[in-house]
């Protein structure tokens, strides 16, 4: 199953995710970011000052599926090139998704939520290089163990 292009990138970018979330979250908790992204997506629907756990559901799913679609995008992108380097082609991946995502979709003025700390910025930076490096480290993986089973 995994090996389609597709739910491979899916899962990638799930366990990608889950690397941020536990970073980010941390990040969140000694009060350095002022909002974890999840706040920013769920606000594309609910207000921000929704209910806790309707509005933390919907943010944690909004979160997990645009993961998951940022990883078949980056299976994709790879399967173009060579596959050396995959957890720095990973690391620039997540810095191209940082600007992207935090300087662009999150100015939209459909996202509701604008409160950001000052170092907010560049945490989260460092929270998508994770998201990067996560991808790259579980393409990395699962290539291993495809190619160790194929010639099994």
């Known amino acids: 199953m995994l090996q389609d292009k597709t739910i491979r990138g899916a899962v990638c970018g799930i366990f990608g995710n889950l690397l941020k979330n536990i970073v980010e979250f941390l990040f969140w908790d000694v009060h350095w970011l002022k909002h974890p992204l999840s706040h920013f997506a769920a606000s594309i629907f609910v207000e921000p000052n ?6 933390s559901g919907l943010g944690f799913l909004m979160d997990y599926l645009y993961g998951a679609f940022l990883g078949v995008v980056f ?54 290089l994770v998201f ?9 993986i699962l290539n291993r163990y495809y190619r160790r089973s194929a010639t099994s």
């Open 50 to 55: 929704h209910d806790m756990f309707f509005g």
């Open 132 to 140: 990067g490096l996560g991808i790259g480290l579980t393409i990395q």
């Open 75 to 128: 299976i994709f992108l790879i399967s173009r090139v060579e596959e050396q380097y995959i957890q720095i082609k990973g690391l620039l991946y997540g810095s191209f998704v940082w600007f992207f995502s935090y300087s662009g979709i999150r100015a939209l003025p459909v996202v509701k939520l604008r409160g950001a700390g000052e170092i907010d910025a560049f945490l989260e930076f460092l929270v998508h």
